[in-house]
């Protein structure tokens, strides 16, 4: 991967570029999240889709919403500690945060899920999606430094899974752009579910809609980056 990495600097310091500007977005909606607001049904029951409301955030949504910018967060300083210090990040301790990251992910989405399965009214499944896709490209990063240490490169992710892998992180960054413009009511199954989640906000509109796409787009890349890298020799 470093040698991957080193051999091609135009197309690494673009892929810099895209995760600095990706955690600049996540950092600027950690700083001044959107403000939400659960609004009442005539039934009684509480609406959990997403709104820009004057009062302070509440509920399970605005939890899922900063896990997910939180995620984000994590996983741009991980790649750019990868892509700016590629022979002098080291490979154990690169790993041993993403193995911790795929732990705390995985326990927060089983906790999400048996929270839905108990109370499917009031826990959206909207706060599993990004969870669930922060563990998958977390276990995605590890698998592609399985062969890296500082002794060299021994072994290491198979040549037709990484690629396989890089193609549908490829192509989930490719279906979520073209989602920018579509109203997410009418936008079905896992895209729907992904522009209602905290990773894509979609409570807004325009421009600040598109740029909250951005570090999951950016995320989508630059883990397919990292995959083909850690198998092109």
Do not use: K, N
Not at 67 to 95: K, N, Q, W, Y
Request: glycine share 10%; net charge neutral.
């Amino acid at each position: 991967m470093a040698q991957f990495v080193q051999e091609h600097a135009a197309l690494r310091w673009s892929v810099v570029v895209a995760f600095l500007i990706a955690g600049a977005i996540v950092l600027g909606r950690l700083a001044a999240p959107v403000r939400l607001v659960a609004e009442a049904e005539p039934s009684g029951a509480v609406d959990h889709g997403w709104r820009q409301g004057d009062s302070t955030p509440v509920g399970p949504i605005t939890a899922g919403y900063h896990e997910s910018d939180a995620a984000h967060l994590i996983m741009c300083l991980v790649m750019l500690a990868m892509l700016v210090f590629p022979t002098g990040a080291s490979p154990s301790a690169v790993r041993g945060v993403l193995t911790a990251m795929i732990v705390v992910f995985a326990a927060l989405l089983v906790s999400r899920i048996s929270a839905w399965h108990s109370a499917p009214d009031t826990t959206p499944v909207e706060l599993l999606v990004p969870l669930g896709y922060h563990t998958v490209t977390a276990a995605a990063m590890l698998y592609a430094m399985s062969g890296h240490a500082m002794s060299g490169h021994t072994g290491g992710p198979g040549t037709i899974p990484a690629l396989g892998l890089a193609a549908v992180f490829a192509a989930d960054a490719l279906l979520v752009a073209l989602a920018v413009g579509r109203p997410v009511d009418d936008t079905p199954g896992y895209l729907g579910i992904l522009l209602r989640s905290g990773g894509c906000v979609a409570a807004l509109t325009g421009p600040r809609r598109r740029s909250a796409l951005v570090p999951h787009v950016v995320m989508d890349l630059g883990t397919a980056y990292m995959l083909i890298a850690a198998v092109s020799s």
